[in-house]
């Protein structure tokens, strides 16, 4: 089947120079009566922007999907050249040294280019939003003063520990998460506009395990994707050892079980960071980076973050799924299928998104160690 | 409030201290300051009445920056609200400086740092004069011997601990022979929400059966070895602080449970009525005592929930649970919230490891609950 496009979430950021992707239904709103003041975030673990400016933070020990209003920059534009040091920047902007905060997160406003980061300081572990425009100046996201909203995530009693990722999907939140006891899928959905204090629906879900050769419960994602299909609303999400799964999130109801479908493994040993789609050269691909945690004993290249493009027709195949699911690698470790490659000028990109129609904004791990803010062009 | 001067270097020789040179001002906690210059008339006439200044204005006379050559130069301006008032123009940075760290403020002539700067003040912030005093409160398994399929360990710590993947490195296992174990960990940092209490999951890639990384790296853990848990003083409290001491655990493993949770096992001790004694549950296996005092409950034959007080035995095979009044005759449930799991995350619907398809392994429908007469 063929897979249509999903219409990527815009926000109401100046420049339009660089994207053509429009939001589906941008009219709807996206916040319903929002409070304004302090956001009351307790950790910002993942960011993801949702049409009209609204950057959705996720934030675990919250429970809770907090969506911001942000407002257009004042100079909007990609990077214009890379910052080497970028974590020991964004660090010296809120008075800490190198190391002394977490990246958690990067996500990019979809019509401006401006980069959204997700810090926490450690010392006193504030939850920070930092950005970084075209000319590469440092601001900060005011979260002391802003129009947003808080979604409660339901949690059948499990303490959520950390939100895995976040997404907008047409016209709902998507939310997938961590518990701290539990070892479990689950997807949280909240129908928008959002509304301040209202609960979203939780639904666990089932994956098939493609290496495993078995139906389980048991893996929580580590990253998700929406995208359309057909005229429905799908969900794509991508595990450690590293099956990608769609589920269909059209005939959701309240507490029930989702099944996934899953119709690809990218390989044991990895734990997928980031996803997204896009078109070259008139052909749709989905581009994931991967963290390989088995790095040490047997590497797939000079650092331990691997980026790989898939053909994004993937999402869409409906014979060869589960049990008969493609396989990145054979048991040799040697590539097993010219739809899935790896994109060797990706090695090291530890967080990425999309830039406009021929751009990546990444932010990568030299060598050294170092992280640098860059500009690549989508494979 | 205190108010102190601390150290302050004029760096730009040729100017008075009082035209136009920062002072860092300790704001009650050594982390925090207010930065401050003098202004001339005039340069007040540029930037208005006494109240806010707009961030980007006030850069262009005064800025707070860490030291250090990492951020490179020229240094980035730290994050604050800029206040005219009497002349002097007062900047408050947004975040808590650092322990340790040294900072540098800086006067210029209302261009920013594009400009020569006229003066600087730097400050060193104090590290905490106090020794280590967190340490590991405990952890969860302490058994002597546990399943070689166990799937997480819960490390409680006395305060706050500070977050980053890091810690999924200074949380080693070791063999019998103290080699490290490389990568036991699933890679991802699970907190509770203050900070006290870790997650740590051993790689369920490899405690499913039929999975390439256990095909290919093997379990992380054997039957019948013996392995040591440590938690390493590398780890840094909330504070800064490194723990006091390191913590380390010893055990043995045994062959692998792999068998669902069997309630029908459990032996019910029940008190008497007009008694507050404890009901005590015998189980079958350890269980993971954090859900266990959430999964299971008590309901009367009114289905009414009952109030009392749960608690999990160290070793993990008893429950016991005392009311908060008396109990009276008649007849009891215990329910069972399927998210209970044992030490291997088998639950009572199913195993860990299990064909969903293959519903023919447990022969027997599970059991979520157990009746029980009071007399």
């Not at chain 1, 699911?325 to 990425?352: C, F, H, W």
């Not at chain 2, 001002?25 to 005039?42: C, H, K, N, Q, W």
């Not at chain 2, 290919?216 to 848990?229: A, I, N, R, S």
Request: glycine content about 8%; overall charge negative.
């Amino acid at each position: 089947m063929k897979v249509s496009s999903f219409h990527i979430a815009a926000c109401a950021c100046a420049a339009l120079t660089f994207v053509t992707l429009a939001p589906q239904g941008a009219a709807a709103k996206i916040l319903s009566q929002p409070e304004h003041g302090k956001v009351p975030l307790k950790s910002a673990d993942v960011l993801a922007f949702a049409p009209e400016g609204v950057l959705l933070i996720g934030d675990g020990p919250s429970a809770a999907i907090f969506a911001v209003q942000t407002t257009p920059p004042k100079t909007p534009g990609k990077l214009t050249s890379p910052i080497a040091g970028i974590d020991a920047k964004l660090a010296a902007a809120v008075g800490a040294p190198a190391g002394g905060i977490e990246i958690m997160d990067l996500a990019v406003c979809p019509t401006s280019g401006t980069a959204y980061f997700a810090v926490r300081k450690q010392d006193d572990k504030s939850p920070i939003v930092l950005t970084v425009n075209g000319a590469g100046e440092i601001g900060l996201l005011d979260l002391d003063s802003a129009d947003y909203v808080r979604t409660a995530l339901p949690t059948d009693g499990a303490p959520v520990s950390r939100i895995s990722d976040v997404a907008w999907a047409d016209d709902k939140l998507i939310a997938a998460a961590a518990t701290q006891e539990e070892f479990a899928s689950k997807i949280f959905v909240a129908a928008g506009p959002l509304k301040h204090d209202a609960v979203g629906a939780l639904h666990s879900a089932e994956t098939y395990h493609v290496q495993h050769h078995k139906w389980e419960t048991k893996s929580p994602m580590s990253t998700i994707m929406p995208f359309t299909e057909g005229g429905k609303t799908y969900l794509a999400g991508a595990f450690a050892c590293t099956p990608v799964v769609k589920y269909s999130l059209d005939s959701l109801s309240p507490g029930a079980k989702v099944k996934g479908t899953s119709v690809l493994e990218l390989g044991s040993g990895n734990r997928p960071q980031d996803m997204f789609t896009y078109t070259k050269d008139g052909k749709e691909y989905v581009l994931t980076n991967t963290l390989r945690f088995h790095h040490e004993k047997r590497p797939f290249g000079p650092s331990p973050y691997f980026t790989v493009r898939f053909e994004r027709d993937l999402l869409g195949e409906e014979e060869n799924v589960n049990e008969k699911a493609l396989l990145r690698l054979n048991k040799s470790y040697e590539p097993a299928t010219p739809r899935v490659v790896m994109i060797d000028g990706y090695s090291g990109v530890v967080q990425m998104d999309r830039l406009g129609e021929t751009d990546v904004l990444v932010l990568k791990q030299n060598a050294d160690k170092s992280m640098e803010l860059a500009v690549l062009p989508l494979p | 409030m205190m108010s102190a001067t601390l150290l302050l270097l004029t760096l730009g020789a040729a100017l008075a201290a009082d035209a136009g040179s920062p002072t860092i001002t300790v704001d009650g906690e050594p982390t925090r300051v207010i930065v401050s210059r003098s202004l001339t008339p005039e340069e007040v006439a540029k930037l208005g009445a006494d109240g806010p200044i707009a961030e980007p204005a006030g850069r262009a006379w005064l800025t707070l920056s860490l030291v250090g050559d990492a951020a490179g130069r020229p240094p980035t301006p730290m994050f604050g609200s800029y206040e005219l008032r009497g002349g002097k123009l007062l900047f408050r940075p947004r975040f808590v400086l650092v322990r340790g760290a040294a900072y540098e403020a800086e006067s210029f002539a209302g261009d920013g740092p594009r400009s020569p700067h006229l003066a600087a003040a730097q400050y060193a912030v104090p590290m905490l004069q106090r020794a280590s005093t967190t340490v590991v409160a405990g952890v969860s398994p302490h058994l002597p011997t546990l399943p070689a399929n166990v799937l997480k360990f819960y490390v409680t710590f006395s305060a706050p601990m500070r977050q980053g993947r890091v810690v999924l490195e200074q949380v080693r296992l070791l063999d019998a022979g103290g080699k490290e174990l490389v990568a036991p960990w699933r890679d991802l940092e699970l907190w509770n929400a203050d900070a006290t209490r870790l997650s740590l999951f051993v790689h369920p890639g490899r405690i499913k059966q039929g999975v390439n990384l256990r095909d290919d790296f093997g379990p992380v853990l054997e039957p019948g070895k013996q392995y040591t848990l440590v938690v390493g003083t590398d780890l840094v409290d909330g504070a800064g602080m490194p723990l006091a001491r390191a913590f380390r655990y010893s055990f043995t493993t045994a062959p692998e449970l792999r068998s669902r949770v069997d309630v029908a096992a459990w032996s019910i001790a029940a008190p008497k009525s007009a008694s507050r004694e404890p009901l005590v549950v015998t189980l079958d296996r350890p269980l993971d005592r954090h859900l266990a005092l959430r999964a299971l409950t008590l309901v009367d034959d009114t289905g009414q929930d009952l109030l009392g007080r749960a608690e999990v035995s160290d070793d993990g095979r008893r429950w016991t649970w005392t009311p908060t009044t008396r109990w009276t005759a008649g007849g009891y449930t215990l329910k069972v919230d399927p998210v209970l799991e044992d030490l291997c995350g088998n639950s009572p619907l199913r195993a860990f490891d299990h064909d969903l398809e293959a519903e023919q392994v447990d022969v027997l429908p599970p059991l979520l609950e157990r009746v029980f007469e009071i007399e």
